[in-house]
């Protein structure tokens, strides 16, 4: 498919109702002919997967950030599907944590079936393509490092939209994030050490992955803390902008199980970009 041929296909609330609809020129377009501008609706998440896997380091500069050194092949973590949200959605940051990560991503959507599939036979399988931002909750990273499971799955880390777009090529395309209209992130997929197809061709060997599961691709440098109130936006070329704010839990977490949100070196190192205390940068403060 040329670029000319995309599809960007949403799932809004109209009048109570979970419906499915086109996006033209920034008009949402349903079944019954009915339209809505797309700054006007409730957008789902575009997708209702089984699960949500996603690769660790992939982008060079990210690499190149944190001077890591990559393994031979991609490794992967797992977001619980109770993690998703969607555009214009809030991400919550409970209280007692202070840790919270944007990275904004490319996620591939599977249409079909895939098992043992074949590298080059990976786009018969997709659906499309959507954005993502893949946040971090990493008050949890000492506990959880090895897992990931409440550093990356934790209610609402995981935003998904505004649509889901076919036809789209994901070669040489600009990913970029913005904080308060700020742009802190920007990278491309030309930088992605393992590319979409062999992501998923990868997993597929021994995980089948079915209609709606989501990979999410990785994220370039400069993923950083956000606060309650900041506005998180992630654009990519072709694909759109995916728009959430932060915003404070309504209630502390438990003290009285299991292991408690900290702030140790690895912790506030990764969340404020790799080295900083070696270089000797001092750590932003934020009054809140």
């Not at 000319?4 to 377009?29: P, T």
Request: aromatic share 6%; glycine share 10%; with cysteine.
């Amino acid at each position: 498919m040329s670029e000319a041929e995309l599809i960007d296909r949403r799932r809004v609330l109209l009048d109570g109702v979970v419906v499915e609809v086109v996006c033209e020129d920034g008009r949402l377009i349903c079944g019954d002919g009915r339209t809505i501008d797309a700054s006007d609706a409730v957008h789902l998440s575009p997708v209702l997967p089984s699960k949500i896997i996603a690769v660790h380091l992939n982008h060079r500069s990210r690499v190149e950030e944190f001077q890591a050194t990559l393994p031979a092949a991609p490794t992967y973590f797992h977001k619980p599907v109770s993690s998703l949200n969607a555009h214009g959605g809030a991400v919550v940051r409970p209280v007692g944590c202070q840790w919270l990560n944007y990275e904004g991503e490319v996620a591939i959507v599977i249409g079909r079936t895939a098992r043992g599939i074949d590298p080059e036979e990976v786009d018969s399988v997709v659906a499309g393509y959507c954005v993502a931002n893949d946040f971090g909750l990493h008050d949890f990273r000492d506990t959880d490092a090895g897992s990931m499971l409440r550093v990356k799955g934790s209610d609402t880390l995981c935003p998904l939209g505004p649509g889901l777009v076919s036809g789209w090529d994901f070669h040489d395309k600009w990913l970029r994030t913005y904080v308060n209209g700020v742009k802190v992130q920007d990278g491309s997929t030309s930088e992605m050490t393992w590319d979409m197809h062999y992501l998923v061709a990868d997993l597929a060997r021994t995980i089948t992955l079915y209609p709606g599961d989501v990979i999410l691709s990785g994220t370039p440098a400069n993923s950083r803390t956000v606060y309650p109130g900041d506005l998180v936006e992630v654009e990519v070329e072709g694909l759109g902008r995916l728009s959430n704010h932060i915003v404070e839990g309504p209630a502390a977490i438990r003290s009285d199980v299991g292991a408690q949100p900290s702030s140790s070196e690895e912790v506030q190192s990764t969340a404020l970009g790799g080295d900083w205390p070696f270089r000797g940068i001092r750590p932003p403060r934020r009054s809140e």
